[in-house]
């Protein structure tokens, strides 16, 4: 693939010195945790500790620990499950979609919508497998899976996701896990091994980054289709039912737009996180966040455009079963937050962000904050109301069955994979850099596969 | 060298897939013991001879034997269904004064959780001013079944006899088929069976549902195990007011609790019968008869609007 960054103005030795910095500035954070840095991954495991717990309540007692019943049986997990689908679509977005699209200043961005493709894409497959009442027999879907089944099309292409992602993520961190493997000689011997075998005797040679960079240019391709398959699949469990709320033919590009709206507002908050913690205010600018913030009020508005087709063309027709579970969002019991989700996660976002004041990284970092969790409310919305307007109506059940509030396991567990989200992210940018060098540096046009091969 | 290198680390892949499918098993094999409810009881050391299904003598452990009237067929037949059969199910909605014995009856046979009805009573008012009436609805055993398409593992399935099973020695639990229903007619254990000792120990069969397991799905399953002995469902047998049918449809033929055989098609062209939500496409093996001409008080929908109503004020104060 060949890209069309500009050639630097810089002298070779201005150009080795320009590398030696953002070498330092990016691995600083890899060297150092701060006292805040300490207490966040603390925090994150102990949430993570006490979801384990919960689940084994629940392994022990059963989903009788939810507040899952025979109306509402899919909820919190199975919302959480799409959530964690749809965030994991960013990784395509930005180190794929923007690259092919020539979009240059998506390069410092890549890693941080990668790792949060990679952990999304893998907390996606474990909450789904909270939410079995028969995990033990996990293994049937190999043996006995029937491929007529949605559930297996997800299964297949949430596993091919996740080692396309992996894939994605690791080739072009290669370069960096060396310059570690190289420059971090006073950490623990595991950790040299690590990098040790992880950077696959990387010594950046001229095959070696050949055949890197075709390899994330085939990825490149490749994981578009799997990232529009993986939540158009997600999209399906739904839509090949006949319930009324669910049976749309618009369900896989409904989810696949609010997937990367979501996703996008993900990495703004990551941008701006690890600009501030990790001090990468020359690499991760205000016109990173000023064009992310366009691409944002783009996604918006294209979701907005879904959810009209979604909702208010029903609602135009208002047919019979559909009708009581519209009432309920536009006016019932669900309607706080269906218009709190609506406004806040998505319409307020597109107008606010039409300003470029806005688009400064602390207001756009907020309403990113505003469209995840509407997002993820969204999710909810999209699952369980439906579940509980059926064509039959719910007479004579126990109270319990007839609504759905999340019991604490629930709860617990599904902050847990958030928590789970967030340490992987965390954790993985304590071990290596999280914004790529080459990559930042080829946007500037410095050549690192060039000077390698300089020096030798 | 390059090549020595190669096998090396194919060595050490295959050492991570191994270690990989090590700990997947120990996982396995520990959560199956959390979910192993029946535990084989104590060998007592006195042997008897018995004779297998397929003719084969053998000699067991006593305490190994296991009483039962009817032994189940097995998990094969049990996919199969009865040849030559293609049962139908015909409820007059003219008849059913919405007494509930039929699910009552169920509940007994079954053994399951009182607030568990795979036979429901509705009561159904299709709007302000048309007639109530008393809709019994048990599974639909669909044709075009919804519920058996998604099932990821073919632990529900349709069977030649036109009835829909569910197998819960299969059963994953994701509960895709009851998404997928649009009856709400399956149910889900949620904990642990609270079933006596008696018929914990009985042995499982697809064909009769019970005993039931943990994290599995289960359903109004047409009592295969009565069909094949030539008897009618609990639920038709009790029913007092002669209300459900139930039959062979190869035989054009049902039958109600008083013992009287009708001819289907005649029963359902008189009495201009019709299949719920026939616009569904489901191709519902259960047919109504519509609620013409009652002798019985109609159903109260008042009371009804009341509790739903109430409901969703809890919902109100919970959101």
């Given at each position: 693939m060949h890209t069309t960054h500009h050639q630097s103005d810089l002298n070779p030795e201005e150009q080795k010195q320009e590398r030696e910095e953002m070498r330092s500035v990016v691995l600083r954070p890899l060297r150092h945790t701060g006292t805040i840095g300490k207490i966040w991954i603390g925090f994150l495991v102990v949430v993570f500790l006490f979801g384990c717990y919960a689940y084994t309540v629940q392994l022990r007692e059963g989903l009788k620990v939810t507040a899952l019943r025979d109306y509402a049986s899919w909820g919190l997990y199975i919302s959480n499950f799409v959530f964690f689908v749809a965030i994991s679509l960013v990784g395509a977005l930005i180190s794929s979609v923007l690259r092919l699209t020539n979009f240059e200043w998506h390069r410092p961005l890549t890693r941080i919508a990668e790792i949060i493709a990679v952990s999304g894409i893998l907390f996606a497959g474990l909450i789904i497998v909270v939410d079995m009442g028969r995990p033990d027999r996990i293994l049937y879907l190999f043996n006995h899976g029937r491929i007529q089944s949605p559930i297996v099309w997800d299964v297949i292409v949430v596993s091919t996701y996740l080692v396309t992602s992996v894939l994605f993520l690791y080739f072009p961190l290669l370069p960096a896990i060396a310059l570690c493997r190289d420059t971090l000689t006073d950490c623990p011997k595991w950790q040299r091994w690590m990098y040790k075998f992880m950077a696959m005797g990387w010594e950046g040679n001229k095959r070696q980054w050949k055949i890197m960079k075709r390899s994330v240019a085939i990825l490149s391709v490749l994981v578009i289709p799997l990232a529009i398959s993986i939540h158009t699949v997600t999209a399906w469990l739904f839509a090949t039912t006949l319930r009324p709320g669910w049976d749309?033919?618009?369900?896989g590009p409904y989810f696949v737009a609010g997937a990367f709206q979501a996703g996008t507002a993900c990495v703004i908050i990551g941008m701006f996180v690890f600009r501030k913690a990790y001090n990468l205010k020359k690499y991760i600018t205000e016109v990173h966040f000023n064009n992310m913030g366009k691409l944002l009020v783009f996604l918006c508005v294209v979701y907005a455009y879904f959810n009209v087709n979604e909702y208010l063309i029903p609602a135009y027709k208002m047919r019979g079963a559909e009708a009581k579970l519209l009432n309920d969002l536009f006016t019932g019991p669900t309607s706080p937050i269906y218009w709190s989700v609506q406004f806040f996660g998505m319409a307020i976002p597109a107008v606010v962000l039409l300003f470029r004041r806005a688009r400064k990284p602390l207001p756009i970092t907020i309403i990113a904050l505003f469209v995840v969790v509407g997002a993820w409310f969204k999710r909810y919305l999209i699952v369980t109301p439906i579940l509980l307007h059926p064509y039959l109506p719910i007479q004579n059940a126990p109270l319990s069955w007839t609504m759905y509030f999340p019991s604490w396991v629930e709860m617990a567990i599904v902050g847990a994979s958030l928590a789970g989200v967030l340490l992987i992210i965390t954790v993985f940018s304590k071990f290596f850099p999280i914004i790529s060098i080459w990559e930042t540096l080829e946007g500037e046009g410095i050549d690192l596969e060039e000077m390698d091969n300089r020096k030798k | 060298m390059e090549n020595e290198n190669n096998n090396k680390d194919r060595r050490n892949f295959l050492k991570l897939g191994i270690f990989t499918t090590a700990t997947v098993a120990a996982v396995g094999t520990g959560l199956s013991k959390v979910f192993s409810e029946n535990n084989p009881p104590q060998a007592s050391g006195k042997k008897v001879k018995v004779m297998t299904a397929d003719g084969k003598l053998v000699e067991v452990d006593s305490a190994h034997l296991k009483c039962c009237s009817s032994p189940p067929v097995s998990n094969e037949e049990a996919r199969k269904g009865i040849e030559g059969k293609k049962f139908v199910m015909v409820i007059d909605l003219a008849k059913c004064d919405g007494c509930a014995t039929c699910t009552v009856s169920c509940q007994k046979m079954h053994h399951?959780?009182?607030?568990?009805?795979?036979i429901k009573v509705f009561k159904m008012?299709?709007?302000?001013k048309t007639a109530p009436y008393f809709f019994p609805k048990p599974c639909y055993h669909c044709d075009n079944p919804p519920c058996t398409k998604v099932c990821p593992v073919n632990a529900t399935f349709k069977r030649q006899d036109g009835i829909v099973l569910i197998d819960n020695t299969r059963c994953i639990g994701c509960r895709f088929c009851m998404a997928a229903c649009p009856y709400s007619t399956r149910f889900f254990n949620w904990d642990k069976p609270e079933e006596s000792a008696e018929v914990a120990s009985m042995p499982y069969s697809p064909e009769q549902s019970f005993p039931r397991k943990m994290g599995t799905v289960e359903k109004c399953d047409f009592c295969p195990h009565m069909l094949r002995e030539g008897k009618l469902p609990d639920c038709v047998a009790n029913c007092a007011m002669n209300a459900i049918y139930m039959g062979d449809a190869n035989e054009d033929a049902v039958t109600s609790s008083s013992g009287e055989t009708v001819q289907l098609s005649k029963l359902l062209e008189d009495n201009a019968g019709f299949r719920y939500?026939?616009?569904?496409?489901?191709?519902?093996?259960v047919y109504y008869l519509p609620p013409k001409n009652r002798r019985y008080p109609k159903p109260e929908m008042h009371n009804e609007k009341q509790s739903e109503k109430k409901g969703h004020d809890m919902m109100n104060m919970k959101m």
């Amino acid at each position: 693939m060949h890209t069309t960054h500009h050639q630097s103005d810089l002298n070779p030795e201005e150009q080795k010195q320009e590398r030696e910095e953002m070498r330092s500035v990016v691995l600083r954070p890899l060297r150092h945790t701060g006292t805040i840095g300490k207490i966040w991954i603390g925090f994150l495991v102990v949430v993570f500790l006490f979801g384990c717990y919960a689940y084994t309540v629940q392994l022990r007692e059963g989903l009788k620990v939810t507040a899952l019943r025979d109306y509402a049986s899919w909820g919190l997990y199975i919302s959480n499950f799409v959530f964690f689908v749809a965030i994991s679509l960013v990784g395509a977005l930005i180190s794929s979609v923007l690259r092919l699209t020539n979009f240059e200043w998506h390069r410092p961005l890549t890693r941080i919508a990668e790792i949060i493709a990679v952990s999304g894409i893998l907390f996606a497959g474990l909450i789904i497998v909270v939410d079995m009442g028969r995990p033990d027999r996990i293994l049937y879907l190999f043996n006995h899976g029937r491929i007529q089944s949605p559930i297996v099309w997800d299964v297949i292409v949430v596993s091919t996701y996740l080692v396309t992602s992996v894939l994605f993520l690791y080739f072009p961190l290669l370069p960096a896990i060396a310059l570690c493997r190289d420059t971090l000689t006073d950490c623990p011997k595991w950790q040299r091994w690590m990098y040790k075998f992880m950077a696959m005797g990387w010594e950046g040679n001229k095959r070696q980054w050949k055949i890197m960079k075709r390899s994330v240019a085939i990825l490149s391709v490749l994981v578009i289709p799997l990232a529009i398959s993986i939540h158009t699949v997600t999209a399906w469990l739904f839509a090949t039912t006949l319930r009324p709320g669910w049976d749309s033919t618009n369900f896989g590009p409904y989810f696949v737009a609010g997937a990367f709206q979501a996703g996008t507002a993900c990495v703004i908050i990551g941008m701006f996180v690890f600009r501030k913690a990790y001090n990468l205010k020359k690499y991760i600018t205000e016109v990173h966040f000023n064009n992310m913030g366009k691409l944002l009020v783009f996604l918006c508005v294209v979701y907005a455009y879904f959810n009209v087709n979604e909702y208010l063309i029903p609602a135009y027709k208002m047919r019979g079963a559909e009708a009581k579970l519209l009432n309920d969002l536009f006016t019932g019991p669900t309607s706080p937050i269906y218009w709190s989700v609506q406004f806040f996660g998505m319409a307020i976002p597109a107008v606010v962000l039409l300003f470029r004041r806005a688009r400064k990284p602390l207001p756009i970092t907020i309403i990113a904050l505003f469209v995840v969790v509407g997002a993820w409310f969204k999710r909810y919305l999209i699952v369980t109301p439906i579940l509980l307007h059926p064509y039959l109506p719910i007479q004579n059940a126990p109270l319990s069955w007839t609504m759905y509030f999340p019991s604490w396991v629930e709860m617990a567990i599904v902050g847990a994979s958030l928590a789970g989200v967030l340490l992987i992210i965390t954790v993985f940018s304590k071990f290596f850099p999280i914004i790529s060098i080459w990559e930042t540096l080829e946007g500037e046009g410095i050549d690192l596969e060039e000077m390698d091969n300089r020096k030798k | 060298m390059e090549n020595e290198n190669n096998n090396k680390d194919r060595r050490n892949f295959l050492k991570l897939g191994i270690f990989t499918t090590a700990t997947v098993a120990a996982v396995g094999t520990g959560l199956s013991k959390v979910f192993s409810e029946n535990n084989p009881p104590q060998a007592s050391g006195k042997k008897v001879k018995v004779m297998t299904a397929d003719g084969k003598l053998v000699e067991v452990d006593s305490a190994h034997l296991k009483c039962c009237s009817s032994p189940p067929v097995s998990n094969e037949e049990a996919r199969k269904g009865i040849e030559g059969k293609k049962f139908v199910m015909v409820i007059d909605l003219a008849k059913c004064d919405g007494c509930a014995t039929c699910t009552v009856s169920c509940q007994k046979m079954h053994h399951t959780p009182p607030e568990r009805e795979w036979i429901k009573v509705f009561k159904m008012q299709d709007s302000e001013k048309t007639a109530p009436y008393f809709f019994p609805k048990p599974c639909y055993h669909c044709d075009n079944p919804p519920c058996t398409k998604v099932c990821p593992v073919n632990a529900t399935f349709k069977r030649q006899d036109g009835i829909v099973l569910i197998d819960n020695t299969r059963c994953i639990g994701c509960r895709f088929c009851m998404a997928a229903c649009p009856y709400s007619t399956r149910f889900f254990n949620w904990d642990k069976p609270e079933e006596s000792a008696e018929v914990a120990s009985m042995p499982y069969s697809p064909e009769q549902s019970f005993p039931r397991k943990m994290g599995t799905v289960e359903k109004c399953d047409f009592c295969p195990h009565m069909l094949r002995e030539g008897k009618l469902p609990d639920c038709v047998a009790n029913c007092a007011m002669n209300a459900i049918y139930m039959g062979d449809a190869n035989e054009d033929a049902v039958t109600s609790s008083s013992g009287e055989t009708v001819q289907l098609s005649k029963l359902l062209e008189d009495n201009a019968g019709f299949r719920y939500m026939e616009e569904l496409g489901t191709e519902p093996r259960v047919y109504y008869l519509p609620p013409k001409n009652r002798r019985y008080p109609k159903p109260e929908m008042h009371n009804e609007k009341q509790s739903e109503k109430k409901g969703h004020d809890m919902m109100n104060m919970k959101m």
